[in-house]
């Protein structure tokens, strides 16, 4: 058959009633036939009843007496219906007492025994209607059976078995189908006849509207509207094709009329464009040059200050001492943290902020927050105060590095903008055991400045303070507040701001954090304890480092761990060091003089060298490291690093297996925080 896009209207609306007519009839006539089936089938089966009901009428008192003779002349009677091919009585015990039967020439025999090929056809039907008991009906491919007891009153004297043809059956059925047959295709015609006759009262108009609708291109115009209007659908169908036509060459005028200037405004546009895309791409790009720079210069030195300071902390020192270096290593985390937002700002702008889930405890990070900042109250009369309520026993879990955040930007702003008075962090932590989980809430309260209502939602917007006076007195960039919301935000919580102008001002945040189980607490440096670092001892490493800072660092982690640790400064130096000699792991920062990390990675690989190499950069972003592993080298550890962070690589690469160690806390290790 044609596919219907190759059909004309008339052809379609033709097929359309001549299917829908057919399925129809086939519908009525597969309905009818059905019915016819079902009365014809029912009607033999009960000829059948009617006749084994005859014969057991007239044998029961003969089956009763027992006279053979008689049940044979009974059986003899049968004759007269052709269909018959056999028909046997039993007395009740099972036994024979006379069979007829007829074959296919139709000869017919009538005894007390018959032919046990004959009888072994049936013998499975008369076993079952014996062990049964009752009239049973069984039809078969080619024949109906019967097999019913025969009583007199009440007594049972016998049974009678029948087996019947089913010739005339399937003859009936035949001719009853061919006359379906017929019908449907006398039926068909005059569906197919009509349907070409009736399509015409919808084919016509539309084949009319096509052809004034090919004239429009042709002429410009429109054929003269027909004073006789239809009223139907196609009536408004004609007066929309001339209503289009006369808005066609109103267009076309207008068209014409700025068709002069069309391409002076076309260009003159185009170029805007390509100025504005150039002027934003140029911007875009600075931008991206400018953090990256930020981000290396300041990272650089952050590698002394986290690496220093964490070695400081974990060196066993007094606990004044103590408490100095973790407030000098948590400085230093918050200030990573806030270069890491500032190089996020784009993401921040996007709502593309991929937030980490990892098991810590609410009461350290809030007390670890205030004592970051206690030292910005010295020589203010301003008091830092901390008031925790509630449950602090679980672990929860969230994105330690981003709440710390939100709390040190809000306590430093509230500090910046007090100048007499307190600033009071209150936490309150409810736990709710059939959830899972603990609502928070943290609130910072100052006795600052204030704001005025009109300001109250300014200030969350990016680069935007309560009026230009206040970035005079106070600094700041406006970024902070901004950054907040869109964290609470991210982690499904709320942040509501109360101020009255000259009073102070109060910051809520609530959240609702899950439980840690005892497999994530386990697994988290922030709650399990610091595990001694591995010893590699006789394994030899090349560090490529330009930064004495770096060195220094490098060479007292790696002191106790028995490496033999070798330092070049640049890239050109490393590969003349492993011409020489050969080194277990090297070490290699990706900027230095003479020839960076990058282009000496590559030129080892192509020299063959198979030893791991890692990536030092103070570059951190994503497309940075896949530059990394672009030139061949084999890992990436990001500038600053931590102790763990260093043991982890080098466990990776330095093991003789190659497999990362999973550590796990000991058995006296605390699991919780028990307040």
Known sequence: MLSSRFMSVRQKLTLIIFFVSMVVLCLSAAISAYIELRHLQLSTQEDLTTLSDILAANGRTVLATREVLGIEKILNSVHSQPDVMAAYFFYPEGRMVAAYSRNADGQHRTGNSVDPLVLQMESQQVEEGLRVGRQTLWNEQQWFSLFAPVKLETQLVGYLYLRVEK??????????????????GIAASLSFLLSRKLQGVISEPVEVLTERMRLVPLRHRHEPRDPTARTDEFGTLFSGLDEMVDALELRDRQLLEHQQNLEDQVRLRTWELREAKEVAEAATEAKSRFLANVSHEIRTPMVGILGVSDLLRQSGLPEKEQKLAETVFQSGESLLAILNDLLDLSKVEAGKLALDRAPFSLQKLVEDAVQVLQTKTAGKPVELRLNLSGEYRHPVIGDLGRLRQVLLNLISNALKFTEEGEVLVAVQMKPEIDRGAADVVIAVRDTGIGLHPADQERIFESFEQADTSTTRNYGGTGLGLTIVRQLVDEMHGTLNL?????????????????????EDVAASPEITREIPSPSWSGKRVLLAEDNPTTQQLLQIMLENAGIDLHIVENGQEAINFLDQEGVDLVLMDCQMPVMDGLEAATLLRSNGLQTPVIALTAHARDEDEERCLGAGMDDFLGKPFRKNELE???EKWLSDERVPVEQTPSDDVETTCNL
């Open 498 to 518: 109360e101020s009255v102008y000259g009073e102070g001002s109060c910051f809520t945040i609530r959240l609702n954090l899950p439980f840690a189980d005892d």
């Open 167 to 184: 010739t005339r059956y399937h003859l009936q059925i035949l001719w009853l189908l061919l006359g379906w047959l017929a019908v449907l």
């Open 648 to 650: 982890a690589v080098l």
